[in-house]
């Protein structure tokens, strides 16, 4: 099969989108000409032009507000926020506005609207270009989150956000843009709210989002080769989340590690755990961890950024104390 | 008042126009009833006193174009083709209520009629009319959206930023501020510096003021504003001089430290929207004083029975309550969880 990065997959599955259906429409900063900082959309505006690929200027409350009032009237907007931090700006639009009018009007009016974005650490770009905001968003009723960990699931994961009818957030991790895996060259579709079982495993399950999916699959390996067999489950959408197929591979391993780039306080690992604990505890051998991003602002130095986010090594360390039984509690 | 001379062609629209003033107030009349006499749930913002801009506007609109509205909205639904008796249902939490109860004053929407809806952020519509106008001219239709707000929202950013990308694109919106001369419970001259017009303007916006309790004098200038949206000629800015009679909601009562009893008892007395035009009409021989009379007594006992439906209309069944969270999920809340 071809293989594709994560940036064309992304790009493909939006032209792929418009020429399905004429009323799905891009608008954001620079995403005409420019193609996005990321180059994501580049040659989306020479096929779909000026009309269809709108270049805003830097307002992000105004495009996004823009976008939920176009949506309620017929159209399927795909609005690009340039970084994921920048989802404090839309706050308003996003969570009062998108978010509750279809339950504010008793169902009468949706919000068929997708805002693409992203979240990561480790690109030298300091404490407000690299947050991983997901768990913000995921807190609100009405929203849905798809966190796409490959070239395929990214591909997968917006063509299906784009015909649902519902407010969607996917949030693409920045340093995986240029990873390339295979996709398809035919038309595909992944489903949200069925979590992908990457490896089978029978000691621990690492339940691993986004960009951390690779890192819990380089920790499997790593335990494997020690002689721990893991299981690795990629939840793909925390909104819905598959709770079955977590709570199974609880049930089977008995010990769960949850992994995500979000801050741990408060956050997706936690909200995961916490389900696991309660439908699953009495198929415990351990508590279930949560390992998230370090509660602090992202710090720029290299000395201090890579440290802040959970590693291949830092997860097998847990990992083997976990099936060990050394670990009752862990910072 | 205006001075125009009626027109024997228009005779309908006159009678309509009035009917719908009437029906606003008879509706808030009956609205402020219900919050004293603590039959409905939690607080409503009055719109008595400002029927001639809803209506000089919406009489302007057809069905297809849409509208915004605010938290002071039940003017605008009325005005844009609202029924009393899914409006008092909606108010009192009821199933039959525009939005099944979910939403109340603060937030109904009727989508049959183009309002899509009212909103409890202030300025928090702005960028949902202007989206509505992008939608418009994305798809290729003549639709026009107006977007109500009141002067208190000139204050918010947002809208500065929709105004210019409707201005960049040439949006078919036309930006409505009702000025009523307050912002909650402050006078607006204290919240607003230099010219709310001339805010507009500078974004090469074509923009007007308008004595707000004329209603003739509203839906004349909206006429010419709409058919030249639809032309691809907006966006445009208008603004709405007009009073609020009761405070910034129902239960605002003591409020001699923000405005003078003389200054509403002058409003309500000299500038009254719905005096003025009856007068208009018995004086341009369009209807005789029993005629208005009896239209007078006939929305008042609609808005009786309406309000007596929706008194006894049912609750929503708890089982709603995870319902409309989700278009593709009938409850959206898993069964079991601990609550």
Known sequence: MREITLSQAVNEALAEEMRRDETVFIIGEDVAEAGTPFKVLSGLVEEFGTARVVDTPIAEPGFMGIAVGAAMTGTRPVVDLMFGDFIYLIMDQLCNQAAKTHYMSGGKLSVPLVLRTNLGATRRSAAQ??????????HIPG??????????????????????????????????????????????????????????????TLIGTSSMVQVCQKAA?????????????????????????????????????????GHQSFGVTGEIASRINEKAFYHLDAPVLRMGAMDV??????????????????????????????????? | ???????????????????QMARIRAFE??????????KMPGLTHMYSGEEAVAVGICEALRVTDKITSTHRGHGHCVAKGAEFKEMFCELLGKEEGYCRGKGGSMHIADQSNGNLGANAIVGGSMGIATGSAFTAKLLGKDDVTVCFFGDGATAQGLWYEVMNMAALWKLPVIYACENNGYSEYTRTDEIAAGSIVARAEAFGIESHQVDGQDVLAVNALTEKLVARARKGEGPFFVELKTYRYHGHHVGDINRDYYRSKDEEKDWKENRDPIIRFRSWLVEQGIANEAEIDAMNAEIADDAKAAVDYALAAKYPDSTEVDMHVYTDVKHALARGDAR
């Not at chain 1, 947050?131 to 968003?137: D, F, I, R």
């Not at chain 1, 995986?176 to 000691?203: C, H, T």
């Not at chain 1, 992202?298 to 950024?305: K, R, Y």
């Open chain 1, 129 to 138: 270009h690299s947050q991983s905001l997901h768990a913000l968003v995921a």
């Open chain 2, 1 to 19: 008042m205006s001075r125009a001379k009626a027109k024997k062609s228009n005779v309908d629209d006159y009678l309509r126009m009035y009917r």
């Open chain 1, 221 to 261: 390996e790593i335990l494997g080769s020690e002689g721990i067999s893991a299981e690795v489950i990629d939840p793909r959408t925390i909104v819905p989340l598959d709770e079955e197929t977590l709570l199974a591979s609880a049930r089977k391993t008995s010990r769960v590690i949850v992994v995500d780039e």
């Open chain 1, 143 to 204: 929203l849905k989150v798809a966190l796409p960990s490959s070239a395929y699931e990214a591909k997968g994961l917006m063509k299906t956000a784009i015909r649902d009818d519902n407010p969607v957030v996917i949030f693409e991790d920045k340093l995986m843009y240029q990873d390339k895996a295979p996709v398809p060259e035919e038309e595909y579709l992944i489903p949200f709210g069925e979590a992908n079982v990457l490896r089978e495993g029978s000691d621990i």
């Open chain 1, 297 to 331: 602002p992202v710090p720029f130095s290299p000395a201090l950024e890579d440290i802040t986010v959970p590693t291949p090594e830092s997860v097998v360390e847990n990992a083997r104390r976990l099936v060990h039984g050394e670990m009752i509690h862990a910072a």
């Open chain 2, 29 to 38: 009349d009956n609205a402020n009833q219900l919050y004293l006499s603590a």
